[in-house]
């Protein structure tokens, strides 16, 4: 496999192939953020461990920060150039959460909170309004879900505290401000039982609104 990518030109879509960085097995990318039309980062993985493609206006390029070869990254967002936020799981046999921090020119790697007494945890999404505001969310076989939030400085826990329905899977998550954001959700993990929902964070506590 290699990495497909889909350009839009505010026309038609145009076919890209990213590069797959040398001694891995193939490319595999699960998100994308482009604060502008010349930076773009898309993440996923390599078979190796973590993917990161940029793009800088007329090509992609490959990087393959220092992460275990089960390292997994699935979602990412940018507030601009200088500041990106990537996040997944380290891949090991418990998991565990993985974020990927871009300052402009490197990434730097680190692990945010997750909930205690937790089994194999780890991040699907994340979104930032600034480079001081962004929610990410995950996925934990037990107790089920858990929300980290960057306020400029570090990850903290997010309460799960909800009104109008049960959260059991939180897939997706889009941040307007650090007290507006909405997260695609699930009744719970197992899909056979699954409905779809809507969760909305203001800042305290989430308010689950089930999809059409």
């Not at 898309?42 to 078979?47: E, S």
């Not at 090991?92 to 990434?107: K, M, Q, Y």
């Not at 680190?110 to 480079?131: E, K, N, R």
Request: with cysteine; net charge neutral; hydrophobic share 35%.
């Amino acid at each position: 496999w290699t990495p497909l990518i889909e350009h839009w030109d505010g026309a038609k879509w145009f076919k890209q192939t990213a590069p797959v960085p040398h001694g891995t097995r193939y490319g595999s990318l699960s998100g994308v953020s482009c604060p502008t039309a010349r930076f773009c980062v898309a993440v996923g993985t390599d078979g190796a461990g973590e993917l990161i493609e940029r793009w800088n206006g007329s090509r992609w390029t490959a990087s393959v920060p220092a992460s275990s070869s089960s390292a997994m990254l699935y979602g990412v967002s940018c507030p601009s150039p200088a500041s990106c936020f990537a996040v997944g799981t380290d891949g090991s046999a418990t998991g565990g959460s993985l974020v990927e921090r871009w300052h402009g020119g490197t990434w730097t790697g680190s692990a945010t909170p997750v909930p205690s007494g937790g089994s194999y945890p780890w991040l699907q999404s994340v979104s930032c309004a600034s480079a001081t505001s962004c929610l990410a969310v995950g996925d934990d076989l037990d107790p089920g879900v858990y929300a980290d939030f960057w306020n400029g400085t570090r990850w903290r826990p997010v309460s799960m505290t909800a009104v109008g329905g049960h959260l059991g899977e939180l897939t997706e998550v889009r941040c307007l401000a650090a007290t507006s954001c909405v997260a695609l959700a699930g009744t719970t993990q197992t899909s056979a039982t699954q409905r779809p929902e809507s969760a909305f964070w203001n800042g305290t506590r989430w308010r689950v609104i089930p999809t059409a």
